[in-house]
Each structure stands twice: as C-alpha cells, then as structure tokens.
C-alpha cells in the first residue's frame, strides 16, 4: 500500500509538470484577426481548477497533436487538466473500459454505430439540455447531425448524446492538375463527363483509375466508400436511408446496380492502374502515389479528404495535388449529394468537466484553431471560413457547407458485423470478380442472421 | 557393413541439408527486416528489399528553379541549374511532359510549349530559354530517369531512439516487466514445492485445476478483472497490471516448477528432514538453488512475454503520456493510419534488443530447465 501512494504521488508531480509545459499555446490569444477569441475569452469564467478530464480517442501520431493543441486553450482558460490518450484499437478498448467501469470521461467515436452500442446498454450520458437545439441551428444540414447523434438507451429512451467535432468529405476526386494540363483534360462535371474523361484517357493510351482497397484488417472499405457515392448518385436519399436500416435489402436491384456501377470503374482492367485484379490488393494508403509517378500511372483517385497525409513528401495540396467534387449525374435530378463521416464526441464518465469540454467544443474558437492547422472541416456555419489554413480545405469546406444532400457513411451506420464486416469481404469478393448479385445475397444473408 | 555405413552418410546428409533450409527459411524474413530497417524511407516503399544492393533506374520528377531566378541574355530568359541539387547523380533520359517522361536523351536540346526550350545534360545540369519572361513561381516540372545506387541510412533508428517520450516509455516498460516477472516466479516456487514434495488431501486435484487453467484464454477474463480492480478501488495501474501478469503467467510456471522439483533425489530432501530441517528450510536451502535452471528458464519465458506484450498493458495501465509502455509507444509512432514501414522495421530491432540480452544471458539454462521434468531422477 506504501508502494501504491508512492506511485500516486509520482504520477500526481508529472502531471502537474505537463500542465505547466503546455502554457505555451499555438496561436497567441488576441492576435490573428481570423479566430474568435470573444469566444476564448468568454471560457474563461469557466472554473474547473483542480478538475481532470480524461479523452479517449481514436488518434494517434500527428492528429494526437493536433488535438492536443486545442485542447491547451481549454486547459489554459478554465484551469481543467485534460488527458488524452490514443490508440488504434479504440473499438474494441472503450468497450473493455465502459464494462470494467473505468471509462475515460469523454471518447471520440470514429462510427455513430458503436456509440449508439453503448448508449443502448446505457453506458453514455445524454449530453446537456439544448445541444439538440444547438446542433440544429448552427450546423449546416444540422437535422441530420442530430439524428446521427441521437440513440436510445436502456429503457428505449431517446436522447442526443454525440455531439460532432471534426468532420470529413468523402466524395472528391483527387488528380494532378499538371498532367490534366500537359494531356490537356478538363474537370468533369458530370458523371456522364466523367466517363466520357476516363474513355478519353484510355484512347490516350493512359490509366484514369487508382484504385486500392488493402488497409489490414478493414480491407475494402475503400469500396463500400465507391458504393454508398454510387447509391446517393443512383437513388434518391431516402433509398439511402432504408438502405442503411435494411429496410431496401442488400440484394436489392437498386443496390446491386450501384455496385455494379462502382464495378463499371474498378472491374474495367482499362480503367484501373495495374488490372482490375490488383484492386484488392493494393493498399489503400498507397494507390494515391500512382498520380505522382512517372510516366503517371493514374489521372485520379476518388478518396476522402484525409488522403493528402499518404501523398508523397513534399506534395503541395492545391498545387502538385488537387481534388474536385466525385459529380452527379446530369441526367438525373438528385443535386449534389455529399457522402461524408465525422467524429462524435460523447460522455461516457459523466463530471462537470466533461459537460464543460463538450460545451467549449461548441465554441467557434475550437473549430477555428484546428481549422488553422491541417486536416479538419466542420460544418459550424458560425465560424470565420478564412480560419482554414489553405484554399484547399476551405474548398472542401464549401462541398460540406453547400451540399444539397449530406450522408453519412453507411458502413459506420450499419451494424458492426455489417458495416465492418461482411460489407467489406463482399466487395473484396465482388472486385476479385463474384457477381454483384451473389455478393448482395451473401451480405443480407449474414444481416438477416443478426436481426 | 559398406552399405549401412553409406545409408548412414545419405541420411546425415538429408539432415544436414534440411536443417540449412529450415535455419534459411527462418532467417531469411528477419534479415528482410533488418536490411528494410537501415534502407532510405524513399527506396523502402518504392522496391522490395533484396533489391536493395544494386543500382535502380527510377524516373524521378524534379522542377527547375523558380521563375524569381531567372536571368535574361538579349532577348531570351534563361534559368539554369542542376536537377540533383547539391547531389550528385547520373541521368539516362529526360523529357518534359508526363506524357513522354523518357523521350530524350541527355545532352539534346528540345523544344517545349510557347517557343521555350530545354537541355539537361547527363550530370543533371539544365537550361530552360524562353522568349518571353517565366512565370511559374514552383518551376516548371522536369522528368528525368536516373540510376540510383542504393542509400543505407541509421536515420531510422535515430527516429526511433530518439523520439519524445521513448525513454520514459522504456522505463515504464521495465517497471511493468521486472516485478512481473519476479512476483509469479516466487509465488510459483513455493507452490511447486508444496504440491511436489508436501502431503496434503486433494494434492492431485489441485494440480490438474492448474493444468486446467492452462487452457482458459486471458482475453476472455480482462472485463471482469478490470470491472474487479475498479470496484476494490486498484483501478488502473501498476499495481493491477503486476497482478494481472502474476495471474497469467502463474500456471505455467507452476506446472514447470512442479515437474522440476519433483525429479530432485528424494534422498537429498529426505536426510535434510532426518537432520531437523522444517519444509521452509529445505525450501531456501536446497529446492531454490537446485531449481534454479528452471527457475531462470521461465523467467526468460515470463520476461519476454511481458516485454512484448501490448493488448494488457493497454487494458490495465492506460495509454496516457505517463503510463505509455514501449510497445504501446511504437504503436503509436506509426500514426492513426499506419504505413511507416521504415518505423516499423527499425523499431522491431529496437524492441527485440533487450528481450535478445536477457535470453543470451540465461539461455544455457533454458535447455537444462525445460528437460527438466522428462528425464526422472536424474
């Protein structure tokens, strides 16, 4: 027991040594005319002194920085110490964690799916009254966002107990605007002109596709992605919907034909850089270097907006790289549908800091300052769109912000043994060359399993 | 005679031949790592590793000096300089466009869009005319293939060893490993020599329990010893995970000790009892220093176990800064995404240093302690 306090009072002195090292803070307060420090300024009635806040998510490396760096400001304001910690099996951890009763206050979930797991066997707590009401009003498309973050509990119960920080877009094509230049393509801005655009570079004599689906243990995700922008491309967004609640069936024509229309790209050996056959086993992370090679061994790579972190070293985005919106088909009136995903941020160890910190979340200054770094987009219509740190993020801030239909990822919303399983196997099935309708049956047969 | 003589010599040969394979074929994917390990990060992705010791041709992108660079002779706008920088390298063909990267040879002069035109020569030196001002602020692209020896670097390592954090994260992996290697060692000696030496009713059931639990996976029991330490209020920490080790390894090591000790001579320990000695004094005196080749070898066994382990020590200690264990930390290092393979590769020789000290350094008793329990009496 002596030996107990001892380490108690050694980890007590090392995090009163990191609370005083993190003072120093990215963007000094009051400075640069693009954040809304009103906002920062009004934290700081804020008292939590004393108080601990453990986060728990899902980033690591260079995102845990980034994170971090935000969160000195709510540290710096209110007096609270905020723990982070990362790791890459957070699925499974924060499920150990809530049933051993040792949760962290506050985990950021990278699937609404297994939040709402654990809001259903009560593990979570319903965020403040009016966060709804909040979320609604100054999130864009923000009836959604609260749909997504609300979940029944034990008793059936409704309540709203994510709240959404962080968001991606899912649905851009990333190309090189120099080799666009020197073979003299333009932008689609159709799907038909897209088609029309990869016929063109194979009349060439190039490859318009790379295309990979390898990413360990969750390979082919990448597809269900090429999918779920099909089906909001085919369909209208209540299909969408139905589709997700298995309400439309996975061996639904109307599925099948969007699988089918992602397999018109990656099963075409013209289209794919290396043969359709190589799809499968390409790693994901490393398809996009195919647009940097030389002779290019692809034109574009349809790839949510994180992706720029696998370009090469040294790949300016916006200059060497650039993106543009996966189109829509002309020829059918479904607008332009936005597939995308987020992280939520939920109470599953409720304090008064962890309320607090989901309230500074809501802050424009939060968003702001990761704005400021790299690799965030919020649909927060309250924060000054300048704060992005380059024109490219702010372009994809405007696809989230002006999107006629935004859809959240299917394969999170699906059940686990779907959305993160038979999903992917099945289009790693259907790349390697079984029929969408065999692949579709195969799928529902496992979700008619789990009902 | 000759002809069992000659079947003897076949068969040694058979052997022989079949143990270098087997020692090749399981060699062979740890020397692959080691050579990624110490290869430029660049080549690492780019080629497998037993391409690693010749020369490649590889078509490169580079760009020409900015348009601020430029200087101008006459009419003409000239900008010149060396693809390589400050490198050196040799060039066997160039072009301008990504459609026709390899098109020239070096030394030839060529025409690009706009009346402009280009000469890179086969040292990587190049001049760029044109009639009219450049404009590119980033430099036109120029696309040349060049032969590459290969670059075998330690940068790897240096990023590894001396990234923030890894000392302290050694430290925590030590003070998890050491007393979880200790404690079940000694818990586990003094119930091998009672279950071997000491009568007692349901002696014989006890042991097959602890046979028993030899099978019960430890993944199964991590919610319930969790929920457990934060009801007892251990919560996480050093304390649990030194516990939970302890529990994990201990029915091994007392099936391994048990074995052992039970093949000691009966006669030792039966003149001891004769000369007044109590079981803990036969304990001290005469089990522990007998016993210690097979003490040594399941601690080597308990050590690396502990060491390399990743899923407990992220369950009972927490991935915050101060509690980070090693493995935990070289996890993290790889990112949210993963796909550093040169972190990879260098951080598994890194990590494997310690386990191969301690193994050198006890493995002359690991042979005797696990032969232990076969040969009786002996």
């Not at chain 1, 899912?170 to 002109?193: R, T």
């Not at chain 1, 940097?292 to 949510?304: G, I, N």
Request: net charge negative.
């Amino acid at each position: 027991m002596k030996l107990t306090a001892y380490l108690t009072a050694a980890t007590i002195a090392l995090t009163a040594n990191v609370a005083i090292a993190e003072t120093d803070l990215k963007f000094t307060p009051g400075e640069d005319a693009r954040f809304n420090w009103a906002s920062y300024e009004a934290l700081k009635s804020v008292d939590l002194k004393g108080e601990t806040i453990s986060v728990f998510g899902p980033w690591l490396g260079a995102d845990k920085a980034l994170l971090e760096n935000v969160v000195a400001y709510f540290e710096k304001a209110t007096g609270a110490v905020v723990k982070y910690s990362g790791s890459d099996s957070f699925e499974a951890q924060i499920v150990i964690d809530t049933e051993a009763g040792s949760a962290p206050n506050v985990a950021v979930f990278p699937q609404p799916g297994l939040a709402a797991d654990l809001a259903k066997k009560g593990k979570l707590t319903p965020l403040a009254a009016g966060t709804a009401d909040w979320v609604r009003e100054n999130y864009a498309a923000g009836q959604s966002w609260v749909d997504l973050g609300t979940y029944k509990n034990a008793e059936g119960k409704e309540d709203l107990y994510g709240f959404f920080y962080k968001a991606d877009v899912k649905s851009l094509v990333w190309y090189s605007p120099e080799n666009f230049e020197d073979a003299g393509y333009e932008i689609p801005k159709s799907m038909e002109e897209l088609i029309t655009l990869s016929d063109k570079i194979v009349a060439d004599g190039g490859t318009p596709w790379c295309i990979g689906l390898g990413s360990g243990g969750a390979t082919g995700w990448v597809a269900t992605d090429w999918v779920e922008d099909m089906m909001l491309r085919t369909q209208s967004p209540d299909v969408y919907d139905k589709w997700v609640k298995n309400q439309v069936k996975f061996d639904d024509p109307k599925v099948l034909a969007a699988i089918d229309a992602y397999g018109d790209f990656a099963r075409n050996d013209k289209y794919v850089s290396g043969g359709a056959g190589t799809v499968a086993t390409t790693d994901f992370r490393d398809s996009p270097k195919g647009l940097f090679s030389s002779p290019p061994k692809c034109y574009m790579h349809r790839q949510a907006s994180f992706i720029p972190a696998f370009f090469p070293e040294g790949t300016v985005v916006g200059e060497d790289a650039d993106f543009f919106y996966f189109p829509a088909y002309a020829a059918k009136d479904l607008g332009k549908p936005v597939l995308g995903g987020g992280t939520l941020f939920a109470i599953t160890n409720e304090s008064k800091g962890a309320h607090a910190f989901v309230e500074f979340l809501k802050t424009p200054i939060a968003h702001e300052l990761w704005m400021a770094q790299e690799g965030f987009l919020t649909p927060h219509k309250g924060v000054n769109q300048d704060a992005y740190a380059s024109e490219s993020l702010k372009g994809m801030g405007e696809i989230l912000l002006n999107a006629t239909t935004f859809r959240f990822d299917a394969s999170d919303l699906m059940p686990g043994a779907i959305g993160a399983g038979a999903f992917w196997t099945g289009m790693v099935d259907y790349s390697g060359g079984k029929s969408a309708k065999e692949v579709g049956a195969q799928i529902q047969k496992t979700w008619d399993t789990i009902k | 005679m000759d002809s069992i003589v000659g079947k003897n010599s076949a068969l040694t040969w058979a052997v022989n031949i079949s143990v270098v394979v087997l020692v090749l074929l399981w060699t062979i994917p740890t020397f692959g790592l080691l050579v990624s390990s110490v290869r430029d990060k660049d080549q690492l992705v780019s080629s497998g590793w037993w391409t690693s010791f010749s020369s490649v041709e590889r078509n490169l992108i580079k760009r020409s000096a900015p348009a601020s660079e430029q200087s101008q002779t006459d009419d003409i706008y000239l900008l010149k300089g060396n693809v390589f920088g400050e490198e050196v390298g040799v060039i066997t063909a160039f072009g301008w466009n990504s459609k026709a990267p390899t098109a020239f040879t070096p030394g030839d002069t060529v025409q690009m869009r706009k009346g402009k035109e280009l000469q890179i020569n086969a040292d990587g030196s190049y001049l760029l005319t044109s009639p009219i001002p450049f404009t590119s602020k980033k430099g036109s692209r120029l696309f040349v293939t060049s032969v590459e020896a290969p670059i075998f670097t330690l940068d790897n390592y240096s990023e590894v060893l001396f990234a923030e954090g890894i000392g302290k994260s050694f430290l925590n992996t030590m003070t998890v490993t050491i007393p979880a290697t200790i404690i079940p060692i000694l818990i586990a000696a003094f119930a091998a020599y009672a279950l071997a030496w000491m009568e007692f009713p349901g002696r014989a059931i006890m042991l097959a329990m602890v046979v028993g639990l030899l099978v019960v996976p430890l993944q199964m029991s991590l919610i319930p010893l969790l929920r457990l330490y934060t009801d007892v209020g251990i919560g996480k920490g050093y304390l649990g995970i030194w516990l939970a080790h302890t529990g994990f390894g201990l029915p091994l090591a007392i099936y391994l000790l048990r074995n052992y000790i039970a093949g000691l001579p009966r006669e030792v320990i039966e003149s001891a009892r004769v000369d007044g000695a109590n079981d803990f004094v036969i304990f001290v005196k005469i089990i522990l220093p007998l016993s210690f080749p097979a003490l040594a070898s399941f601690a080597i066994f308990q050590f690396l176990w502990v060491w390399n382990d990743l899923l407990i020590a992220t369950v009972f200690l927490g991935n915050n800064e101060e509690e980070l264990v090693m493995t935990g930390r070289l996890r993290e290092m790889l990112g949210s995404r993963g796909g550093n393979w040169e972190i990879l590769t260098a951080s598994a020789f890194v990590s494997i240093f310690v386990p191969l000290m301690v193994f050198f350094s006890l493995q002359k008793y690991l042979v005797r302690g696990l032969l232990s329990g076969s040969v009786k009496g002996g």
